[in-house]
């Protein structure tokens, strides 16, 4: 059984660029769902999908949006990056709403 | 809101058990959860408690819930220096439209002295 996959491991952008993150889910898991991770802090949610639809997000602006894919697979897309946005972002797969989660390893992207 | 409240450090000898603990405050999550975050990696699921449950025992972990308290703890056995590492403590939340999230605290660093 693979586990939850995300490219790329690392990522340097500089303010004012997009940026897009990818996530396979684990084997059977349907749902998604994306954090936030500053140093030293504890991840925040930033949304969740479920059947290739947004069904949930926290309190993050909209230029942080997602999709997901017929194979549940899924993507994080920032646009118009800011210096705060440099953080470890991770995804999270589960066997369904109200399933336990289950994270990659992450995606660490520095802005300049 | 929601929020999760944790110690930042823990320091325990080698051998000893590590109780770290958590204070939450959605008293309608359901599902409470303990993550373990080694240097660089991502979030390690080592165990849940769902909220009608007081205990939960899994090998050398044992979960605590008191939800009159809104107080959850993680007790390890026997600590060993492989246990090193950032423990979070997560409660589950609604988000609207069937979404479940996860918040969590800011983890609190466990440190094993030889």
């Known amino acids: 059984e693979t586990g939850v996959t995300q490219s790329p491991t690392h990522l340097i952008k500089t303010r004012g660029q997009q940026v897009t993150l990818r996530c396979s889910s684990q084997s059977g898991h349907n749902t998604v769902s994306w954090y936030q991770q500053a140093l030293g802090q504890g991840p925040q949610f930033i949304f969740q999908y479920y059947r290739e639809e947004e069904n949930g997000r926290g309190n993050f602006p909209p230029r942080f949006s997602g999709l997901q894919f017929p194979n549940y697979s899924s993507e994080l897309n920032v646009n118009a990056l800011e210096l705060d946005d440099s953080a470890l972002y991770l995804c999270?797969?589960?066997f369904g709403q109200g399933y336990e989660q289950f994270f990659g390893p992450g995606t660490r992207l520095t802005v300049l | 809101g929601e929020d999760v409240e944790q110690s930042l450090f823990l320091s325990v000898r080698e051998g000893d058990s590590s109780v770290i603990n958590c204070t939450y405050t959605?008293?309608?999550?359901?599902?409470l959860y303990w993550y373990k975050q080694e240097p660089g990696a991502g979030l390690q699921l080592l165990t849940y408690i769902f909220s009608n449950m007081d205990m939960k025992q899994d090998q050398r972990l044992t979960v605590l819930l008191n939800k009159k308290d809104k107080h959850l703890s993680l007790r390890i056995a026997d600590t060993q220096t492989g246990d090193s590492a950032i423990y979070f403590c997560?409660?589950?939340?609604?988000?609207?439209?069937?979404?479940?999230?996860?918040?969590f605290g800011k983890g609190t660093h466990l440190i094993i002295q030889p």
């Open positions: 997560a409660e589950s939340f609604s988000s609207g439209g069937g979404a479940d999230g996860l918040t």
């Open positions: 999270a797969s589960s």
């Open positions: 959605d008293s309608s999550s359901t599902y």
